[in-house]
């Protein structure tokens, strides 16, 4: 994954500032790399999903689809302005989107509080527009929901988890959890990158504080 100084710029542009995208998206094989399943919707009827941000989504996808209920993942990018952006672009800071992945889950194997409590765990929520030595806008913490149910078990979780934080001497968290608007999905490339390419980078750290159960 690319590394970026300290200068990077760290503020989110303006929708006028954001860079203009293009109307056709990323092409896509719709094959999961390791285990075959569809990338793109849709999706059998008893699954969910989930869109996490966590950072550089190379490790957080891989940290995903490893575990058990989590029938398939894909990275893309969210939660900024340009539509269909390639990676080089979101890496410049103006497109206002941050690296995700989605999740598509079977609830009666993995629940959403085991999913959240993997999220929570596997990463920095407090860092801002950082994770770790990876700074930019396009790092930061989200939580894109699909249903009210799950937006609420979000925003409990984030305020459990932040009053395990504070006697650590954490920060607050700076994670952002909003319904989900539009999820890009990411070159063909990045796709399940770390199963294509086992020694490439991941930089997924977490705080080393367990999340206990609501």
Not at 13 to 34: D, Y
Not at 105 to 124: M, R, S, T
Not at 191 to 211: E, V, W
């Amino acid at each position: 994954m690319r590394m970026f100084s300290k200068s990077i710029k760290t503020l989110l542009p303006t929708p006028e500032q954001a860079l203009p995208g293009r109307a056709v998206s990323m092409p896509l094989s719709n094959r999961h790399f390791v285990n075959g399943q569809p990338l793109q919707p849709p999706f059998a009827v008893h699954l969910e999903e989930l869109i996490l941000a966590m950072g550089c989504f190379w490790g957080a996808e891989r940290k995903l689809w490893q575990l058990p209920g989590v029938v398939s993942t894909a990275v893309g990018y969210i939660g900024g302005y340009t539509p269909n952006p390639s990676y080089d672009e979101v890496c410049t800071g103006l497109t206002g989107h941050t690296e995700a992945v989605l999740v598509v889950f079977d609830p009666e194997e993995i629940a959403l509080e085991q999913l959240l409590k993997v999220f929570w765990e596997a990463h920095n929520p407090t860092q801002g527009m950082q994770q770790g030595n990876d700074v930019g806008t396009q790092y930061r913490s989200g939580l894109y929901t699909f249903t009210q149910q799950q937006q609420l078990l979000a925003e409990a979780t984030r305020q459990h988890y932040q009053q395990q934080l504070q006697p650590a001497g954490f920060p607050d968290i700076t994670t952002e959890i909003e319904p989900v608007e539009v999820f890009y999905y990411a070159e063909e490339y990045h796709q399940q990158y770390l199963a294509k390419n086992p020694a490439g980078y991941c930089g997924l750290r977490g705080c080393s504080i367990q999340f206990d159960k609501l």
